[in-house]
């Protein structure tokens, strides 16, 4: 029975290359696609998002506009890593299928209210407005989530966007605050993870080797993506963050973690968005998150250019 997701998303190539994966993954219904500002603004993303369900042949997708800024802060954006469309690298039509005139908020809402109890599994892969205000507004949707497997923070590996911070958590830590205390099951892919899914060279030649558009696009996307990292970190590629949480809801064995507490700061300019994660269990606050560490780098690529091959 394919498992029922929500992916909240801010595209973004990463993010692009995550739905691309769910949406060939038999294993996996994806019951909508949420939008959030974020790498770029909301009317960028939400196309975006539309741009990717066309290249997947699955028009039919219901995707949502949802919350266009911080819950309580001004936007931070990241062109300087994404471009200015949010999805640099290929030239891109603009999409045609339908932007769902609900907002995204009340239609999570309203999914959940409406579902069998622990059945469905939301996906964030940006900020966390979109799922903060649908749980803030609706607490009684906590039944419905079987568990949250997002994207976002970092501990060894410290911050992206500022020495302690990574993205998605520092543009609405607020947000994070509110999902990281929700007490629903939650899983964490952060950047002490994700750092170690580099797009090298013979991966990404694995995908351009698929000759199909797919393929092509996904190369593309990760050349213009990965030089910013490239840049920054001098590694030999960029981290491909979101696909791997859908790869967890895939093959979950192709990672390693531990449930830990990790609490979001949301009071200091210095570290804000930072997410404390206690790893070595120095203190008493109770675990909340299971927190990846690492995972099989191989692996990740295989089940990722096996699943883009599946595109014609
Ligand atoms: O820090 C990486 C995260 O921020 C990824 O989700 C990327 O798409 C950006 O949203
Ligand atoms: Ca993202």
């Not at 690529?301 to 883009?308: F, G, M, N, T």
């Amino acid at each position: 029975m394919p498992r029922d997701i929500i992916i909240d998303t801010d595209p973004g190539q990463d993010d692009a290359i995550a739905i691309l994966l769910a949406l060939a993954s038999p294993e996996l219904n994806v019951l909508g696609i949420t939008a959030v500002a974020g790498n770029v603004p909301l009317a960028l993303t939400q196309k975006n998002a539309r741009i990717v369900c066309e290249l997947a042949g699955r028009p039919d997708t219901l995707v949502f506009a949802g919350c266009d800024a911080p819950l309580k802060r001004k936007l931070v954006t990241a062109e300087h890593v994404h471009g200015k469309t949010g999805l640099d690298g290929p030239q891109l039509a603009d999409p045609t299928m339908p932007l769902q005139d609900r907002h995204a908020v009340d239609w999570i809402i309203d999914t959940c209210r409406a579902a069998a109890p622990d059945s469905i599994t939301l996906c964030p892969l940006g900020p966390l407005t979109n799922i903060a205000t649908a749980l803030t507004r609706a607490p009684e949707i906590k039944q419905a989530i079987a568990e949250i497997v997002l994207m976002g923070g970092g501990y060894f590996e410290g911050g992206n966007i500022t020495p302690t911070a990574e993205f998605n958590i520092y543009v609405d830590p607020e947000a994070a605050d509110i999902v990281f205390s929700a007490g629903l099951p939650l899983t964490a892919m952060p950047l002490d993870m994700t750092h170690k899914a580099l797009t090298t060279k013979p991966r990404i030649d694995a995908f351009r080797a698929l000759g199909t558009r797919v393929g092509d696009m996904t190369a593309a996307w990760t050349d213009f993506f990965e030089r910013f990292d490239m840049e920054k970190y001098g590694s030999e590629g960029a981290p491909l963050h979101d696909p791997t949480v859908i790869a967890y809801l895939i093959q979950p064995d192709l990672f390693t973690g531990r449930h830990i507490n990790v609490e979001i700061e949301t009071q200091s300019d210095l570290t804000l968005g930072m997410t404390v994660a206690d790893w070595w269990r120095v203190t008493d606050r109770a675990p909340n998150c299971m927190f990846m560490g690492d995972l099989d780098a191989e692996g990740f690529y295989a089940l990722l250019a096996d699943r883009l091959a599946r595109y014609s």
